[in-house]
């Protein structure tokens, strides 16, 4: 098995200025940098030819079983420059075994853990200068894997996987920014259930939400929340972020994210959240909550702000809620100060403005 990642870097990377104005586009997911990093899997051979290469199309069988029994998983994770200058990932280790939880219950390979962050040191070290140094913005990286044997047999999953890793400068997730957003509660179509995939990062959960996405903009919103798949009352995510709710303010502010039931997948930001509430003093705790306590808790004063948290959108708050029974307007409207609060902590360690107590960095370069 392959333990180290053969270096073959592009003889024609993009210029300072290319690479400089591409940077300063901002955005999410649109631009990618100059290399990428690929590890072939083969059964009873191990993992294997682990190389970082110039970024490109990859050429694949008709036949791959990817495109037609969908075995495929993926991580996103960031990598930050730092106030004093270092290039730092975040909580690496925790999408490694994220990762690897995915490929078991997808009937694949698990990556060492050692291959999965060698791949990240290797491409984010070569591709350091892609890093952005403006604030709020970051390196985003995807690490996935997909199944490549050919053939149509259903019988087996497949003996042969590719895993590969690219990068992109990020901006903000949402056009908006900070700015609230607003949601669509979706009664027609669920996310997952309990013993499905909901706990994976695979791709086809993001396939089968888009349907209920494009109702949420027909609707004029930008995001959907799913209700649980069984009895379609308690609320579970938003789009891809984890939520919180805050009840009340001030000193007496306490924080609950609705439970993992193996159907929500189990978010490193929702995790961290947890961590950095009982830092700042605030309580958070994990538990349930149906569409109609959250309207009632609004509309008593009890709920007074909410937040979607996620690796790409980071903390992104819920203005507006919509749905069939019309909508309602959580706290002013706008961020609060509780989630503001917890944005900024969670950023303040990712940038190397607040200590890090939990040795969450992992420094690249």
Not at 39 to 65: F, K, M, N
Not at 119 to 136: F, H, M, N, S, Y
């Amino acid at each position: 098995m392959t333990s180290t990642i053969e270096l073959k870097p592009s003889s024609t990377p993009k210029s300072a200025e290319e690479r400089e104005a591409l940077k300063a586009v901002g955005g999410f997911g649109q631009i990618f940098t100059d290399h990428m990093v690929t590890i072939r899997y083969t059964e009873g051979r191990g993992w294997h030819d682990a190389v970082l290469e110039p970024y490109g199309p990859v050429s694949l069988d008709p036949a791959a079983s990817v495109f037609h029994y969908g075995q495929e998983i993926f991580e996103g994770l960031k990598a930050f420059r730092t106030v004093d200058g270092q290039i730092v990932s975040f909580r690496p280790e925790a999408n490694a075994a994220r990762f690897n939880r995915s490929a078991r219950r997808m009937a694949m390979p698990e990556l060492p853990e050692h291959l999965f962050l060698a791949a990240i040191d290797a491409l984010v070290t070569q591709d350091r200068e892609w890093v952005p140094e403006a604030e709020g913005h970051s390196l985003y990286l995807r690490p996935f894997m997909f199944a490549t044997q050919v053939g149509l047999g259903v019988n087996s999953p497949s003996k042969e996987y590719l895993f590969m890793l690219i990068a992109g400068p990020a901006g903000s997730y949402f056009a908006g920014g900070v700015k609230p957003v607003t949601v669509w509660l979706t009664e027609d179509f669920v996310r997952a259930v309990k013993g499905g995939t909901g706990e994976a990062k695979c791709g086809g959960n993001y396939a089968a939400s888009f349907l209920a996405q494009a109702q949420a903009v027909e609707q004029g919103c930008d995001q959907v929340v799913w209700l649980d798949g069984l009895e379609h009352k308690y609320v579970e995510e938003m789009g891809s972020n984890n939520l919180y709710f805050v009840y009340g303010s001030g000193d007496d502010a306490r924080l609950m994210t609705p439970a993992l039931t193996g159907s929500l997948l189990p978010g490193i930001t929702r995790d961290s959240l947890l961590t950095v509430a009982a830092d700042l003093g605030i309580p958070a705790e994990e538990g349930t909550i149906t569409v109609e306590q959250w309207r009632d808790g609004v509309a008593s004063g009890e709920i007074t702000e909410v937040f979607g948290c996620g690796t790409a959108a980071v903390v992104t708050p819920l203005g507006t809620v919509k749905g069939r029974d019309g909508a309602f307007t959580i706290g002013t409207g706008q961020a609060g100060p509780v989630t503001l609060r917890i944005r900024e902590a969670l950023l303040g360690i990712q940038t190397g403005k607040a200590p890090d107590l939990h040795h969450w960095l992992r420094k690249i370069a």
